[in-house]
């Protein structure tokens, strides 16, 4: 049936060390989750498994957002990085190890990583000039960029870059690289990703700039100190540099010929070519053989919230911590592990998440749980029968179940999450539906104490079985079930499969009173919590700046002493740049309807789509004058709901009175998106 080669007992995951440059997000959230929830699932069958995630400290950008917050780098990372440890214990998401680039045992390791690879001759000196993204912390070929050298990906103005650096003989392992694709077809999933990378390095490879000369926070280059390591060189080796030097224990969990271990990377597929050609080349070119390369590198898709990019700027007012914080970590884990089709892209939409909160985890799994204590404790005052399991009822633990249980496994094997949780929860339903045709309830009115007995030992036994397979993606509820179940809490332990099999004996002793696992509650509810999820727009002032400059609340209350009319008479630097006044070009314009203050634009901020901002300029300016002039605009505002659907996601600046209202600008050279300050 489903038989397939064992599994390496030894099982390494890692997600990638996210930038200090922005805070936890959802798209975060939801690598750290699954890699939580791997590990969790390859405990459970006895494996070792290790994960490690971590934040990534250096480079440009880095350094530049600790300059805009007015922090020195170090401090800055400092903070950002503490945000990320303490979030994912938030979401039951527990990582072996956390890294931080800017720990000596990651630097010493790392320039070791650099001297193997220079020994081997990989690396020289040459000189640069090219484009630099510093959003990706890459070079752009100029075919890769948008027209006025715009970054296809962020969106942004590349830079120039030149100056000394050293190269890495990228072009001299196209060939390698390519035979590996080829012999480990597992190396780079899923299988369309796959296809991308190895068009990519068909289209020929060029050597990399790996390191710089011109800004210094980054791992000194050994023997060179005026050049610091390039950060994905840096970064991609902390996968490595976090299982300690060559002699620590923990180098088990890195493969090798005849190691009994895997090695996952889990990936945004935005950084997938670092991960699948530069990383397996800078280890080859250390010394590393084929076998000794990560296992598999997975890419997963980008979430999209209620259907919405996610946008650093307004963040779609979502907090995966907060979001935990509402509905428990667990309900949160299952939204984005069951929505998502892993691999693929998805949305994570609030209204879904709590349908399906009501379907799967309240009306399918916990209704499961306390209808069946319930049944026994009415119909057998609470003792759960105590039969053989061939006594059981085949009815429900048929081929099926057994089937849906083997095949939950083999998709987590496989890294097929979203069709895990699908098989786990078809049991379940089945589970529900045995109940209605097997009608415990009926037997007992006939006196068939016996029945009664196989029907809910049957439904306890699955129970038992079930709390253990949703384990992995529901940590803090199979507990919660077994608690109640009367079975003791799950020990994983190594070489000790527990993944359900027949006649494991996955009944307890004595039952609890049923307890709702996951409490229901209703649209008004639903609708409270809503609002407090996606924080709704602040009250805002008229659209233009003549009244709405006077910055937040939060800004005004931490500053100096108020003038006579209520504002600040001084702000912080930090105050200041907490507002980010961008340059747009105004793209599109309309009159709105029985509004006749009011135009809606669509104002291009050098993002993927254009903004709309409605603002009250139309006692000025016709809308035809507006288009293609160039504005500044306060980008984070909250947005502002007119209602009837009429919502802005910005302010410009403008001053004078509204019928003569005289716009603040920007020089014509400038892009849109850039940063006045
Ligand atoms: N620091 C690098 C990774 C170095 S790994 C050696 C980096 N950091 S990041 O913080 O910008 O991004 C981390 C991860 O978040 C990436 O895998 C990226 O794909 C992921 N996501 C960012 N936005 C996302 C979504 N909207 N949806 C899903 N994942 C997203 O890149």
Redesign the pocket.
Known sequence: MLDRPAMPSRFYVTT????VN?VP????A??TVAADALRRYHLLRGHEARMLTGT?EHGLKIERAAAEAGKTPQAFVDDVSARFREAWPILSAIPDDFIRTTEPRHEARVQELWRRVAANGDLYKGSYEDWYCVGCESFKTEKELLPGNICALHLKPVEKVQEETYFFRLAKFEQRLLALYRDRPDFIQPESRRNEVVSFVEGGLKDLSVSRTSFRWGVPVPDDPAHVMYV?FD??A??WTALGGDTDPLQRFWPGKGKDARAVHL?????LR??AVYWPAFLLAAGFTEDELPSQVFA?????IDGQK?SKALRNGVDPLRLARELGPDAVRYQLLRAIAFGQDGDFDHKELFARYHADLANTLGNLLQRTLGLTTKLTAGKPPRLAHDALDTALLSDEVRELEQLAAQRWDNLEIHRALESTWAIAALANQYVDHAAPWAAAKRGDTARVEVILATLLEVLGRLSVMVSPVLPNKSEEMRAQLGLAPLLPAIGQDLWPTAGKGHRGEALQTAKPLFPTFDKDAERAMLERLVPKPEPATTATATTAIAPSAAIATAAAPPRADGAPSSITYEQFIAVELRVGVVRECERVPKKDKLLRLRVDLGEQELRVIVAGLAQTFTPEALVDRRVVVVANLAPRDFGKGLVSHGMLLATGPSDALALASAPDGVAPGSRLK
Do not use: E, Q
């Open positions: 990638p060390i996210y930038y922005d997000h959802l798209g975060h939801y690598t990534d994905w970064a991609l902390n996968y990936v945004g597929k935005d950084i670092f991960h997963h898709g980008f979430l999209t996610m």
